[in-house]
């Protein structure tokens, strides 16, 4: 276990904690669970929005620790436990991708009457500023340092994100261990600056090539590559279910918005 898993790992509970509680409330932390949705509209929906980004934050949080672990039990070369690690990575994006269903209902009108509401109590704001998935997404290689500039207003998290940036990604250290597993992967790749993309490689792709050449061998490596590519296709559809999420409302709203301008100018015709 590396030192992240270590440090997150809670103290046990006060006994005082536990007064007026029943063991699943206190186990659960349910008082505070349910205390942290504050909607900022009287739209009837925005319960369902709150709830359903904050479900994803648990789950983006979720997913870090679970690669964090990962890439611990890669380090000490057991493979089999890092694929159950990231076996469970693939299964979170199950339910992480469901949330989009709860907010489908949603439409161009509905979503800006709760937008222009948080606008007004909270300020302007962008899911760019959401730093649980910044540190997820950092972990999973997209090592886009242009992101950090929206954390300057929070410090601690500017330098968490600052430190994901500069340390190797899942796949940094998946590369790692093929090296250690004796497959030539170049010191050039091995050697990186981590906080730069990893630019594709033909030797790397040889190397992937080598681990499936024969279906009988090399079978925890052959696992791995499986179950990274599962994770690539969660990750993925979440991309695509927010795309379209987001033509549905904001590009609607936008083009709605334009429309109702030209027909109020005078000279349209
Ligand atoms: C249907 C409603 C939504 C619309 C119209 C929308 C719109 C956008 C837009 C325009 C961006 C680009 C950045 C920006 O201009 O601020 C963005 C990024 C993002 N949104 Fe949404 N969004 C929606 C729902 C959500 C929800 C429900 C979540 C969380 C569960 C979310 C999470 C994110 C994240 C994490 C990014 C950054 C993506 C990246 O950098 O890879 N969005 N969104």
């Known amino acids: 276990m590396n030192d992240i898993v270590k440090h997150e790992r809670p103290d046990p509970v006060p006994a005082s904690a536990l007064t007026g509680q029943t063991p699943y409330s206190a186990w659960m932390r349910t008082d505070a ?7 900022v509209s009287d739209h ?9 980004v904050q479900v994803s934050e648990l789950y983006w949080m979720l997913i870090i620790k679970e690669i964090q672990i990962a890439q611990a039990q890669l380090r000490a070369d057991d493979l089999t436990q890092a694929c159950r690690t990231l076996q469970r990575v693939v299964a979170h994006h199950e339910p992480l991708n469901a949330t989009w269903r709860s ?13 222009s509401r948080a606008v007004a109590t909270y ?13 997820m997404v950092y972990l999973l290689g997209i090592k886009q340092a242009e992101h950090l500039q929206h954390f300057t ?13 500069a340390e190797p990604s899942l796949y940094d250290d998946v590369l790692a261990c093929l090296h250690r597993n004796g497959f030539p992967v170049p010191a050039a790749v091995l050697d990186r600056d981590f906080s730069v993309p990893y630019v594709p490689s033909k ?67």
């Open 203 to 269: 030797a790397v792709e040889q190397v992937w090539r080598d681990v499936y050449a024969d279906q009988n061998d090399n079978l925890g490596l052959q696992q791995l590559g499986e179950t990274l590519a599962d994770i690539a296709e969660g990750f993925s559809a979440w991309k695509h279910l927010h795309l379209m999420a987001t033509r549905r409302t904001l590009r609607a709203a936008r083009l709605l918005r334009h429309r109702r301008r030209r027909l109020a100018a005078p000279d349209h015709g």
């Open 123 to 135: 300020g302007k704001d962008t899911a760019l500023q959401g730093w649980t998935y910044r540190h």
């Open 153 to 165: 207003p929070q410090p601690q998290r500017w330098d968490q994100l600052n430190k994901a940036l």
């Open 44 to 52: 009837p929906g925005e319960h369902a929005w709150i709830t359903s």
């Open 33 to 39: 669970l349910h205390s942290l949705q504050h909607p």
């Open 103 to 115: 907010i489908a209902w949603m439409t161009p009108t509905d979503l800006l009457s709760i937008l």
